[in-house]
């Protein structure tokens, strides 16, 4: 089955410049999206069709896309942005399913 | 405003049934995709699948493919996740969450546009133990 892969951990300084990566090899045919979760909270939509950003979202958030990676980058980040952050896409087997990636926890201190 | 409530948390028994309803208010119920997400305790998120309220039509994950049943009732702006043959490991959040994807038909196969699940549910607890 189609599988999106993420570093398990980033972590950075407030302020400093955070990426998260997301590899899975349908991506240059497929959008990524992105979502952020805080601790015991629902996901968030911060990043859609590789890189537009929903309304409400900072524009410190943003991504973008590349043959067989998508990257999510938090510049500047803030230590409110700390969470767990999970790419999704959908196979490019013709069947549409979503697929999550294991998620990448952001540290930021 | 646009929310989605679903119903309270379950506690079943191994080889039961759970049914966790999905209640949509705030927009056109039948205008976007309803998926299903569940997160075990600790875990990732886990995609289990989606149900176009309109039509009724259906795409589940390969894992869960004769073990969940999704449905709707439009009447009420409701969807239904229904988990079957319940087993410890499926104890787990379930959310729903919608989707705006726009099908345009193609003469091979037809184009699908995403545009992200943007509304989330609060989450119901499955606790699956004997």
């Known amino acids: 089955s189609y599988e999106l892969t993420q570093p398990p951990s980033v972590s950075v300084s407030p302020g400093q410049t955070a990426r998260i990566t997301c590899s899975g090899d349908a991506l240059p045919k497929k959008y990524a999206y992105w979502y952020q979760q805080k601790s015991g909270q629902a996901p968030v939509l911060v990043i859609y069709e590789d890189s537009k950003r929903p309304s409400g979202i900072p524009e410190r958030f943003s991504g973008s896309s590349s043959g067989t990676m998508a990257t999510l980058t938090i510049s500047g980040a803030q230590v409110e942005d700390e969470a767990d952050y999970y790419c999704?896409?959908?196979?490019?087997?013709?069947?549409?399913?979503?697929?999550f990636g294991g998620g990448t926890k952001l540290t930021v201190l | 405003q646009v929310q989605l409530v679903q119903s309270g948390a379950e506690v079943k028994k191994p080889g039961a049934s759970v049914k966790v309803s999905c209640k949509a208010s705030?927009?056109?119920?039948?205008?976007?995709?309803m998926h299903w997400v569940r997160q075990a305790p600790g875990q990732g998120l886990e995609w289990m699948g989606w149900?176009?309220?309109?039509?009724?039509?259906?795409n589940y994950a390969q894992k869960f493919q004769g073990w969940v049943t999704m449905t709707r009732d439009t009447s009420i702006s409701t969807a239904y996740m229904e988990l079957s043959r319940l087993r410890s490991d499926d104890t787990a959040v379930y959310y729903c969450?919608?989707?705006?994807?726009?099908?345009?038909?193609?003469?091979?196969?037809?184009?699908?546009?995403?545009?992200?699940?943007?509304?989330w549910g609060q989450g119901t607890t499955v606790t699956v133990s004997s």
């Open positions: 969450a919608r989707e705006s994807i726009v099908v345009v038909p193609a003469a091979i196969e037809d184009y699908y546009y995403y545009y992200g699940m943007d509304v």
């Open positions: 705030g927009y056109t119920f039948t205008g976007y995709y």
């Open positions: 149900i176009n309220p309109n039509s009724g039509g259906t």
């Open positions: 999704y896409s959908t196979d490019s087997s013709g069947n549409h399913r979503g697929v």
